[in-house]
């Protein structure tokens, strides 16, 4: 009897031929295809609401077509005309279940007279190429295009199919948000074992290279309503029972409140990658973070706000209503209180938590809006490993530093359909001159490259299901 043996050893055979060499520049052609793609997608003006997204993605379908990749291989559509998404399916020996390659191709808007130089126009100056999107997010969907013809030039034989999509409306989500509506009409062209998205970055200070961040998980966002109601009356009769009395003893008592500090696998493996990085006086206390040190935690989060945010949920107030008139007993005093929740805590905690501190039976708390929890991705030792190995062989001694982050990519949306998503992209850029959603965005020209090349090998590696 005839078995699909062949196929599978076949699939090994072809692990041999991976290059592990270190090449920091990708080979001249394959440069400047990344390049004229890049060049092309940062030029079309697709802003949130004053652009479309669908010009990207005929643009990538063309480059697509033109490197011989069949119509039957590649998709243009959308929630709306202007919206459209890409997706293209570079076909492995199914060995394994796909990789998901996902880049969002709308931006925040820019204004010509807000920049030094045209937003939409791609200029390269002073080692930096200059433009709207040059770093969020069309460094990393150019070049997850140009990878993927130069994996086709070359004959690569992934275990398992290489998945590009290309999104809209990530920086506005709403109803377009390309990777939602993906999900929802057309999940057997996106569906895979795991996704490689935006989110995860290189921190460089002072033209060091610090460290290749990983993102695996976010917070997720609530917000409360603190309420209280009062029948009032007039204010030269004033009664102990006021409105906004109640609402600021909750307030103080919320204040003094610090949710259990806790590490989880990916917050755990951050700090003891920090301990390893930081030269500070906390360096012996970031280790023991890691072996679960109470005392440890609360030293550190006292340090630094950021860390007190990795290490627990928080809940701020934020906003603030009450009262009619001058001369008047408040009948309505609230609060918005807005919430940044541990991957691993439930809205339902949350809230029992809140009730519990505030301890006032007519302050009454109530989440406002949607709650957009999604599950943490696993800290999968074959994408560690797989990111540690093309790190260390583009940047030899540059650590992995695996974080979560405050929220908002559409990892999310991938989270929450089951497909665990990991942010990486190893383009560097200065830690203290982030200009992502600002004036001048800009990216390292070499950034570009070396970024390349390193998601050329991650994608590579992977793809040959972490082998
Ligand atoms: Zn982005």
Redesign the pocket.
Known sequence: MLRPLPLLVLCAITLFAQTLSAQTMPPPADKQLAHDIYKEFVEIQSGFTTGATTPVAEAAAARLKAAGFPDSDIFVGGANPKKANLVVRYHGCGAAKPILLLA?TDVVEAKREDWSTDPFQLLEKDGYFYGRGTG??KAQAAVWIANLIRYKREGFKPDRDIIVALTAD??GGGPFNGIDWLIKNHRDLIDAELALN?GGWGESAGGKRISNDLQVSEKYVINFRFEVRNKGGHSSIPVPDNAIYHLAGALERLSKFGFPLKTNDVTAAYFREMAKIDPGPLKADLAKIAEDSEEAMQKVAAAAPAWNATLRTTCVATQLEGGHAKNALPQVAAANVNCRVLPEDSPEYVQSTLQKIVDDDQVKITIVGEVSQGPASAMRPDVLNAVKRATESQWPGVPVVPIMVMGA?DGLYLRRAGIPTYGIQGFFFDRDDIR?HGRDERMGVESFYEGQTFLYDLVKTLAKNGK
């Open positions: 969002h969020d997010d990530e920086e935006e990519t992502f």
